[in-house]
């Protein structure tokens, strides 16, 4: 084992098309189905001190909280809410010895930007690296959604964890329910010009919210399956536009895909979300698009390059927060 301190950073994303159906056993069902996204300079990062004793001293930037330990036993009996995510994380890995960690996050927390997933890929990082195991991709995604799962006791995606790992634009198809990603450059150039990201204030719950959809998706919900169907499609576009680098295909494909996502669940949108687009689309936007699961989180504004600080410096004024992040 290392005994140096190591220090790692992942991104976080935003999703171009096709969340939810990323969900297992969404997938399989309507399969075969992609996803698309980006990895953004919103980073998460591990730093990971190693210690001769069996102390464990965890601190938490994001909720202000720090955690000390005698031993991992000890550390693994600590019930407490914001804890748990360490806890798996350490019940996954059980290090022999003590250690002290600090994480942070660039993202807002229930930003929907796959923040905490993307914690989950540093601390995965941090871990591996201190134990001298090489990463595999597709074995650390299929952890680090276990892991996701137990903590929140239902069913979770996958798109989130290969921006962390990954960069650049991520295809990832889905047959019968497991992912294949072909990770591209992104030329940011072409369109890191057209995005800007704004924070509404009011944080997401995509756990929650991908939980209802499936349950009616699964009990055959007409509406929901008929949503679900539609934003398969503008998936699809989406991926031949994005091969294509068909950059300018993308804003209608995005009106499209929020109104089939009001279809899959009214709770999609909020009164800060509906006011933030109404001040972007009268200042230059061209296309909103929600990030996550919606309800509240992050949005990001396509707009003209031309047009991009104006939509900018309008939605400021009203509130919200400009994310000023690159595309990675």
Aim: proline share 5%.
């Amino acid at each position: 084992m290392q005994n140096q301190t190591i220090k790692v950073q992942s991104p976080t994303r935003i999703d171009l098309a096709g969340g939810t159906l990323d969900c297992w056993p969404i997938n399989a069902i309507l399969n075969p189905v992609s996803t698309i996204n980006v990895a953004i300079s919103a980073y998460t990062s591990c730093t990971l001190s190693p210690r001769e004793d069996g102390r464990i001293i965890i601190r938490s930037k994001d909720w202000d909280q720090s955690y000390e330990f005698d031993s991992l036993e000890q550390a693994l009996n600590d019930n407490e809410e914001h804890f748990i995510f360490f806890r798996e994380h350490l019940a996954y890995w059980k290090p022999e010895t003590g250690f002290e960690m600090e994480c942070a996050s660039d993202s807002p927390v229930g930003g929907g930007l796959g923040g905490s997933s993307s914690l989950s890929i540093s601390i995965f990082k941090a871990f591996a690296q201190w134990m001298g195991v090489e990463i595999e991709p597709y074995s650390a995604v299929r952890t680090c959604s276990g892991i996701e799962a137990k903590i929140l006791k239902t069913p979770t995606g996958t798109q989130d964890y290969f921006p962390p790992l990954l960069g650049g634009v991520n295809i990832i198809d889905y047959e019968f329910g497991w992912p294949q990603v072909q990770s591209l450059p992104i030329d940011k150039a072409k369109i890191s010009g057209n995005i800007s990201i704004f924070f509404t204030g009011r944080a997401h719950q995509s756990g929650i919210n991908n939980w209802q959809v499936m349950k009616k998706f699964i009990e055959g919900d007409a509406k929901t399956v008929n949503a679900l169907t539609t934003i398969q499609k503008i998936a699809d576009e989406t991926k031949m536009a994005v091969i294509e680098a068909d950059w300018q295909r993308l804003p209608d494909l995005f009106q499209r895909e929020f109104a089939a996502r009001m279809d899959l669940a009214e709770s999609f949108s909020s009164p800060e979300i509906e006011d933030l687009a109404k001040i972007a689309l009268e200042n230059g936007g061209e296309a909103i698009k929600i990030c996550g699961a919606g309800g509240g989180g992050c949005v990001f504004v396509w707009s003209q390059p031309e047009h991009r600080q104006q939509v900018v410096d309008a939605c400021v004024r009203a509130g919200y927060k400009h994310l000023d992040v690159q595309l990675i």
